[in-house]
C-alpha cells in the first residue's frame, strides 16, 4: 500500500517538474472534444484568450480561481434566488490519518467562498470531524474530496496542496481549528 503511493508521488513530482510553469491550452480544433471540421469553430473564444487574462496557476487548467475570485478578476453570481444566504466559513479542519504523508489543511473558506454548506454537508461529509471514513483510495475512486478535485478543481496530482501540514512542526490540535471572524 506505502509503496503504491511513493510510486504515484514520485511520478506526479517528476512529470509536474517535467512540465512545469508555462500556461498553455489546446487551441479548440485540437482538444478531442470540438469538430475541427466544423466551420462554426471560429465564432467560439478560444481558452487561452480567455484564461490568460487571469491569475496563473501551474495546473488543471492554468488558472488559480481562488486568486481569480478573491482579486475580482471574476465576479460570479452568488446566488440565483434572492432569499439564499449566503455563508463563507473561515475555519480549517486538521485531518491526521495520513499515514506517512503530511497531514491535511481543509480549508472551509475558499470552499464556501464558491459553495453551499449544502454542496458538501450532509451528502458528501457529515458535519463533524472524525465521522467521515475519507480516504486516499475512496478519493481518487471519486469520493469525498475527490467529487470535485480532478473534476472540476485542482486535481489530485498536487498532493501536497491537501497533504500541506507537516506532522512535526504542527503544534496544536488536530480537528477543527478555532473559527477566524
Ligand atoms: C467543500 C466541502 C465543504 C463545504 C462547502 C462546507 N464544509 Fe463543513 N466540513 C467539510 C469537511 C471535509 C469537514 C470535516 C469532516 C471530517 O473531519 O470528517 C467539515 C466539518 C464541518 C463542521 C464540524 C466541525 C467540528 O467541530 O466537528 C462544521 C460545523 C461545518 N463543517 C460547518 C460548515 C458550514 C456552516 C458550511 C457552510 C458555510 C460548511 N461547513 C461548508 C467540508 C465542507
Ligand atoms: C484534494 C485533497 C487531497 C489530495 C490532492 C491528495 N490527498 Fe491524500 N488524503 C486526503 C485526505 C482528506 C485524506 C484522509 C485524511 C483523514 O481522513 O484523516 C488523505 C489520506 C492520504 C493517505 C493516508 C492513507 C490512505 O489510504 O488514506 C495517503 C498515504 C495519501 N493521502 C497520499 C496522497 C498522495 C500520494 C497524493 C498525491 C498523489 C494525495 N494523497 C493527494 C486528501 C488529499
Ligand atoms: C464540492 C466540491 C469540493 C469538495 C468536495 C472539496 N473541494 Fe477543495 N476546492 C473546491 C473548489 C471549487 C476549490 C477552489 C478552486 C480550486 O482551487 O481548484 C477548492 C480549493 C481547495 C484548496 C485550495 C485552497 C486555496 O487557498 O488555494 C484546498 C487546499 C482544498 N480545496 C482541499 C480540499 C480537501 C482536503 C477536500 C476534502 C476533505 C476538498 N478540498 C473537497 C471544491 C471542492
Redesign the pocket.
Known amino acids: 500500500m506505502k509503496n503504491k503511493y511513493l510510486i504515484i508521488f514520485f511520478l506526479i513530482s517528476f512529470s509536474s517538474f517535467l512540465y512545469a510553469a508555462k500556461q498553455t491550452w489546446k487551441l479548440l480544433k485540437d482538444d478531442g472534444l470540438h469538430d475541427p471540421d466544423n466551420p462554426a469553430l471560429t465564432l467560439l473564444q478560444e481558452p487561452g484568450e480567455a484564461l490568460l487574462q487571469l491569475p496563473p496557476d501551474n495546473t488543471g487548467n492554468m488558472v488559480s480561481w481562488v486568486a481569480a475570485l478573491r482579486e475580482n478578476y471574476i465576479t460570479p453570481r452568488s446566488n440565483i434566488y434572492p432569499d439564499t444566504k449566503v455563508?463563507?466559513?473561515d475555519?480549517d479542519?486538521i485531518?491526521e490519518n495520513t499515514g506517512e504523508m503530511p497531514m491535511v489543511r481543509?480549508p472551509?473558506k475558499p470552499?464556501?467562498e464558491w459553495?453551499?454548506?449544502s454542496?458538501?454537508?450532509d451528502a458528501?461529509?457529515?458535519?463533524?470531524?472524525?465521522?467521515?471514513p475519507?480516504n486516499m483510495f475512496d478519493i481518487l475512486n471519486g469520493r469525498?474530496?475527490g467529487r470535485?478535485h480532478g473534476a472540476v478543481s485542482f486535481p489530485l496530482t498536487e498532493c501536497l496542496r491537501c497533504h500541506s501540514v507537516p506532522r512535526n512542526t504542527f503544534k496544536g490540535k488536530v480537528?477543527?481549528q478555532p473559527e477566524r471572524k
Open positions: 455563508e463563507v466559513l475555519m479542519i485531518l481543509f472551509h470552499h464556501t459553495l453551499d454548506c454542496n458538501c454537508h458528501i461529509f457529515k458535519k463533524k470531524v472524525g465521522a467521515n475519507i469525498y474530496c470535485c480537528g477543527a
